[in-house]
């Protein structure tokens, strides 16, 4: 009989097989304070730095806002509405008082916009991720690129399956998982754009090995959704397989939709599922009426502004360019993320800083965000930069490239 590793540990005590109390010290924030100093070592600690609203006066590349709709009058405006309409809180999970007809409506306009069939929204895309693997990857094989946002990686051990991790957008890797499998049943899942690297999942290929397979596909479309694809609708879209009801999404309205919250869109069967056993959708608080609002709005800027993806693909390719160009090391983006490697957390954190002196404010991205030797500034394209912005970026990238001439 298996006991529980607390319980083993407790009688263990008891028995005197571990020793006194006392020889295993009496100070329960020793060990926190030594892997803090650890981390200071090592260039990874972290820090809250709350901005002002106009990100202290420096131009960001460092948000989500894609399309540059989070300051947008017309998403405030929603909010507002809703916020006098509805209240400030939901009141409740989406199962006992918190759905509401903003939930309803933009759960079909997602599912409209993007060609799924049906969709449900979450208070997060984190909480998204966590639903969708976790609920319909219990008991079977879930196959996950390395690459994967945390979240599909917490999704992936919530779901008490055998997950197989494959390297980074390697097909041939999923279908030798996906072959070898004893499970009845399997799910492959994958980013879209990855969040950090910034490029782009083999989307269709993926599909058609699970569909041989006789797997799931659930892409994570955090980073596609408002940017690539045909006026914003994303990379499933983009690849034919808005329809597949063997394709699950996820989405986040927290980046080019300039809100808050998140949604799993896939087939009816899928949605039931979610809202029968789906544990992070049943037990928590439904996300509140005004970022539902915003995000209804923001889709309805997106359909009349089918450009605004666009822009902000064109603002970072222009990004990608400039950094190429100073003997820096990036990729081709796939959508608005572009990665400045520049390879240990100290390299990076300088950069930032560099960047914060030149008035831009940039993401530093270190382990465990990205593999060791991989710390990098993450450049977010936003579809409103103008010439001049990209003009003060270029010179902060300037000081980037001599200071590792330098170093």
Known sequence: MRCHPARTRIGAVAAGKIGDMETMGTDPLA?????????ERAGLRRALRPRTPDHDGLIDLASNDYLGLSRDE??????????????????GSRLVSGSTGLHADLERRLAAFTGAA??????????????????????????????????????????????????????????????GRDEEHALVVTDAVFSVAGDLAPVGELHAAAARHRALLVVDEAHSLGVTGEG?????????????PDVVRTVTFSKALGSQGGAVLGAAEVIDALVDTGRPFIFDTAP????????????DIVGHHPDLPGQARDTAIAL???????????????????????????????????FAEHGVRAGCFRPPSVPAGRSCLRLTARANLSSDDLAVIGRALTAVAEMKVNV
């Open 320 to 354: 990608a360019r400039a950094v190429a160009a100073r003997g820096l090391a990036t990729a081709d983006p796939a959508a608005a993320v572009v990665p400045v490697v520049l390879g240990p957390p100290e390299a990076a954190l300088r950069a930032a800083a560099v």
């Open 74 to 91: 017309r998403l405030v405006a929603a909010a507002v509405r809703a916020t006098r309409e509805w209240g400030t809180g939901s009141t």
């Open 118 to 179: 049906a969709g449900l929204c979450f208070s997060s895309g984190y909480l998204a991720n966590l639903a969708a693997v976790a609920t319909l990857g219990a008991g079977g094989l879930v196959v996950s690129d390395e690459g994967n946002h945390a979240s599909i990686i917490d999704a992936c051990r919530l779901a008490r399956a055998r997950v197989v991790v494959t390297p980074h957008r390697d097909v041939a890797a999923v279908e030798k998982a996906l072959a």
């Open 31 to 39: 060990r926190l304070r030594d892997a803090a100093a650890q981390r």
């Open 232 to 244: 914003g609708r994303g990379a499933v879209h983009a690849a034919g397989l808005a329809a597949a």
């Open 288 to 299: 509140a009426p005004a970022p539902m609002a915003a995000a209804l709005a923001a889709l």
